[in-house]
Each structure stands twice: as C-alpha cells, then as structure tokens.
C-alpha cells in the first residue's frame, strides 16, 4: 500500500481493509413544496454531479504553484502522493485540512473548553484496487446533476480559485469546477472560524436549459461508539428510513441492515437507478418509506439506522457522552437531513465510530433554471469551548 502522512489527515485514522469507490459532491435546497415534488429555482440556482469516491483520477498537482501564489492567510500546501492538502489553522488552535483537487475535508480539530483540541471528523484509509490508499469520510460533496435529454454532469476535480482571511480571525479557501462545455460552474467554500467550519456550495445554470440536482453534504463525525451518541432536537420531524446513501467518500458496514439469512436492502444507488440517469416513480418510493413522525427529541443512537428527515430544524446537536463532546449541526439551502448510524456492534473508537449526518436533497431533486444560482451550506460548530 502507498504510504500517505496519516498526521495531515485526523488524529484518529483508522486503517482499513481493501476497497474501491467513487468521488463525491454536494447539492441543496429552499423553499417546501409538496413531499417529493420537484423543487424550482429560476433566480438562485445553479448545479453540481457525483463522481466516484477514492477510485477517480486526478491530474497532478502543482504544490510549488500553489504554496507561491496562495500562501499566507493562515494556510500551508503538503503534497500528498498525487493530492495536495491544505491545511487552514487559526492562531486559537482550530485547523482544518482539505485534499485537493477532490474537496474533501479530512480533518477539523476544534479548541475545547480545557485548552487542547479534540478531532471531530471521522476519517479511514484502506488500501485500493492497485495498491494506492484510499481515504474515506470526513466531509465531502455528493451530488448529480442531470435533465431529460440525457444531460448529466458532476464536479469531480476542483482548482482553488482563492483564499482569504487570516490566522487572527478566520480562513475561506474557495474551489471551482466549470463543467467541459462552460455551461455549469460550481463554487465550493470552506471557512474556518475560531468556534465553526462551514461548507457551502454555489451552483450556476449558464445554460439555456434547466436542469435536476439530486444529493447531499455527507459528513462523517466521529464518536466512542455509537451507543454513546445522540441527536437532539429532531422532535416532531417526518421521516423515511431508506437504505444507505452510497457515495464517494462515504463509509458504510458491508453487514449494514443484514439480518441472519436475510439479504441488505438496496441502496439508494440501486433504488434510484443510477446517479448519472432520471430517478424513477420517487412518489411511490417515499410513499412506501414513509414511516412517520420522530417523536423522541433526545434520540439514541444505539442502533443501526438509516433515515431521511424532511422536516427537520435548521440546527440540531449530535452529543457523544464517551468523549464527553457535542457538534451542532447547521443548514442553509437544504430542505432535508440524511442521518446514518452504523449501530453498536462494532469495536469502540474503530472504523465505524461515527454517525454520518448530511444535508441533503434526496427525496426531492431541485430544479435549476437557465441563467440562474442556487446555494447551500452545511455548518459544524463546536460549543465546547
């Protein structure tokens, strides 16, 4: 297996076993319609695609390039085999790392209350297909965007356009991806603040035609264990329990919603068809998912879990009482949340100590007009300090 600088990445990288996927991307949301209607924006839209998680190719990366015309501002460039990270830290101790040109974030090691740092993402390294490693969670963007003509783009590699800010107060560092026939141009940045680190997504139609937007901002936050952990403030919420949200970078147990002699169920790769083709019939599917209301505001999160919530607030806190620490989880844009455990059964602090939380527009794509912008934006604060 390749080496890779595991201290550029989180404290708590887990190592795991073979495995291949794709890269991913983000989409958003923002006004209600009717459930699984699709949803219009003609003034402020714009659009992104899924790629595969850690199975893409990349072009090289030009470090030099980039520690020359970027640096400062709190930011530094590492070569990582043939990604680049970036690493954004605040003079408070906060840091956050992002890979580039995938756009995932790796790390974000926010300041406690005790002085130290505590690592709040959850991130794994497995050895690939050809021996190259391949890194898993974190925060990453997943999305498709496609339309009735057979259109179908996503941004899979993206350039840094620019980074501001600085070290005493907080760091943006902005990343673009231009579809090859300059008609879609999706923005992605990432903000480092001394007590938050956001992600938010820009998406222009420079086209003639509208277009879908169907997928979500996975993130995957780490815990002792998922027995330990869990999501306050999700009283009152609609959902539907569907199988897992397979996406580039995301981690998900091979036994997930396996019971003895009975097979896992589809995913939503399976159910929808395919990321890069037209959903099919998504009224009779969430009619058929459609479990009810959650009425349990301090939910635990013992057990394996896979819901879409499409009514729930725009903040909400995932507490871990192992590591005594707590994220609130913010939203703009988006109008549902995707929420996975992997459940109690594995080893504490291993592979699947986490509970993968996304903003997300899967049950109702989003419809982009010509000419137009739409944005969302995914927010990570840490109230412990």
């Known amino acids: 297996m390749a080496a890779i600088n595991t201290c550029l990445l989180s404290p708590n990288v887990i190592s795991g076993s073979p495995i291949s996927r794709s890269p991913s991307k983000s989409i958003s949301t923002f006004s209600t319609p009717p459930l699984c209607s699709p949803l219009h924006y003609s003034c402020l839209t714009r659009n992104i695609q899924l790629p595969g998680v850690a199975s893409i190719s990349y072009p090289p990366i030009d470090t030099e390039y980039l520690e020359s015309e970027f640096s400062g501002h709190g930011v530094t460039f590492t070569e990582v085999n043939e990604s680049c990270v970036v690493r954004m830290a605040l003079e408070n101790g906060s840091i956050a790392n992002l890979m580039l ?37 974190g925060v990453s963007l997943a999305c498709n965007c496609e339309n009735d003509e057979g259109f179908s783009w996503s941004p899979s590699s993206w350039a840094l356009h620019q980074v501001k800010g600085d070290p005493q107060g907080s760091i943006q560092v902005e990343l673009i991806c231009t579809s090859s026939d300059g008609k879609i ?5 990432v903000t480092l603040q001394e007590d ?6 820009k998406i222009f139609n420079l086209g003639m035609a509208s277009f879908r937007m169907t997928g979500s901002v996975l993130s995957h936050l780490t815990v002792s264990t998922p027995e330990a952990s869990y999501a306050v403030g999700l009283q009152g919420s609609d959902f539907f329990s569907n199988p897992p949200f397979f ?5 998900i147990p091979p036994a997930f919603g396996k019971t003895k002699n009975q097979p896992s169920k589809k995913s939503f790769g399976e159910i929808f068809s395919s990321w890069g083709t037209k959903i099919q ?15 349990d505001n301090y939910k635990h ?37 995707y929420l996975l455990s992997p459940g109690s059964r594995h080893e504490s602090y291993g592979r699947y100590s986490y509970i993968c ?3 997300a527009a899967l049950l109702q794509p989003i419809i982009i007009e010509s000419q137009s912008e739409w944005r969302g934006k995914q927010s990570l604060h840490n109230p412990n300090m």
């Open 196 to 201: 938050l680190l956001t992600s938010e997504i």
């Open 185 to 189: 141009e999706a923005k992605y940045m």
């Open 281 to 295: 019939n998504p009224e009779k599917i969430a009619e058929k998912e459609l479990e009810g209301e959650e009425t």
């Open 247 to 251: 996406a580039n970078f995301s981690i």
């Open 101 to 137: 040109p995938s756009g995932l974030i790796t790390s974000y090691k926010a300041q406690m209350w005790h002085g130290g740092t505590m690592e709040l993402l959850h991130t794994t390294v497995s050895e690939g297909q050809n021996g190259s490693p391949v890194i898993e969670g």
């Open 357 to 359: 939380v996304g903003q």
């Open 301 to 337: 999160l013992t057990d394996e879990m896979s819901k879409i919530y499409k009514s729930a607030p725009r903040n909400f806190t995932l507490i871990d009482r192992g590591r005594r620490n707590s994220v609130v989880v913010g939203r703009d844009g988006f109008k549902e949340v």
